[in-house]
């Protein structure tokens, strides 16, 4: 972003003044955000990625999520939505495409196991989300793409031949994709009967802490709908720091009693929300593996990404279908 699409957002939007240059942000996965600071306050703005722009309707995808937060933020939930102007959210200025948010200070944590009384309060805001029952006319229905095996076949192949450094590794795991995209397909028609309208990534960094006992959702842009027991099983395992090593069971049994406690019910086993979890980690596999061989990217920063990405992923799948048993057993106690 340049001082002319900071100047022109403070003009669409009402934003006020510039009183510096907008700084970026560091965090950000898909797409880049930005400080902008003004004569009525300070906002981020996100900077839409070029790739994620390109597809197929994405401006009424996008649109759909933050009528998703915005309707949050109505009922009382702690949500951030963005700003509108001319009655969108999405402002497009050259060859660029942005949209503005309230800045919110505080802290996001970093992935890892946390204090069962944050990861309480977590479970808590999903409950109430999945207990609202949330109707959003347009949202799409997840889409039930199975994984082919041709396509893994052919992407560890094409990246063995650009010398890409996952190549082999993922040519040696190519046994246990097959094998967890079979499970996945077995169970996804079960999984697909029950949904709600829910915010789908809520990790550790898309919680914005203002303090100990005041967190904020950021982020809704993956907003959408999805099997309830399956994102209550990814929270759960996310605030326990699963994806960084071995969850806590404590702070993954606060989350459920927070959950529990806002009226939220398990209504899966935990073996078949576990493969629905694996099915949501393929498809980030699938999509970061496209991107380290710039199927989905001109940028070499976002290949970079994609590359990392790819074997962090990989570990993480290792890790869950490892300790299925124990952690299905562990969502199951709350049935």
């Not at 970026?24 to 996965?29: E, F, L, R």
């Not at 496209?290 to 199927?295: K, N, W």
Request: aromatic residues 8%.
């Amino acid at each position: 972003m340049n001082m002319l699409h900071a100047a022109r957002l403070c003009a669409i939007f009402g934003l006020g003044e510039l009183i510096a240059e907008p700084q970026v942000v560091t965090g950000g996965v898909l797409h880049r955000m930005w400080y902008l600071p003004t004569t009525q306050g300070t906002f981020a703005v996100k900077q839409l990625n070029p790739a994620i722009m390109c597809k197929p309707a994405i401006c009424e995808a996008c649109r759909l999520t933050e009528q998703v937060a915005h309707a949050m933020v109505a009922q009382g939930l702690p949500a951030v939505a963005a700003l509108y102007a001319e009655g969108c959210p999405m402002q497009e200025i050259e060859d660029a495409t942005f949209m503005v948010y309230p800045w919110i200070d505080g802290k996001i944590l970093l992935p890892g196991p946390v204090e069962p009384d944050l990861a309480r309060q977590i479970g808590t805001i999903l409950g109430r989300v999945h207990a609202l029952n949330l109707e959003v006319p347009g949202l799409a229905l997840p889409i039930k793409e199975p994984f082919f095996d041709d396509d893994w076949d052919m992407l560890t192949f094409h990246a063995a031949d650009m010398d890409i450094p996952w190549a082999y590794q993922m040519r040696a795991a190519l046994p246990r994709l097959l094998e967890w995209s079979k499970m996945c397909a077995e169970t996804s028609a079960v999984l697909h009967r029950t949904l709600v309208v829910s915010h789908r990534d809520l990790g550790q960094k898309h919680v914005i802490w203002r303090d100990a006992h005041t967190p904020m959702i950021i982020d809704w842009e993956a907003a959408g709908l999805i099997n309830p027991t399956v994102e209550l099983l990814s929270v759960a395992l996310s605030w326990s720091g699963q994806t960084t090593g071995v969850p806590r069971e404590e702070s993954f049994a606060a989350v459920m009693e927070g959950y529990i406690s806002a009226g939220g019910k398990v209504q899966e086993t935990g073996i078949d929300a576990l493969h629905g979890l694996i099915e949501i980690w393929l498809g980030w596999l699938l999509f970061n593996m496209r991107r380290s061989l710039g199927e989905t990217t001109a940028s070499e920063d976002e290949r970079q990404l994609g590359i990392r990405e790819t074997t962090s992923i990989l570990a993480i799948l290792r890790s869950i279908t490892t300790h299925a048993g124990t952690w299905a057993a562990w969502l199951d106690k709350w049935r």
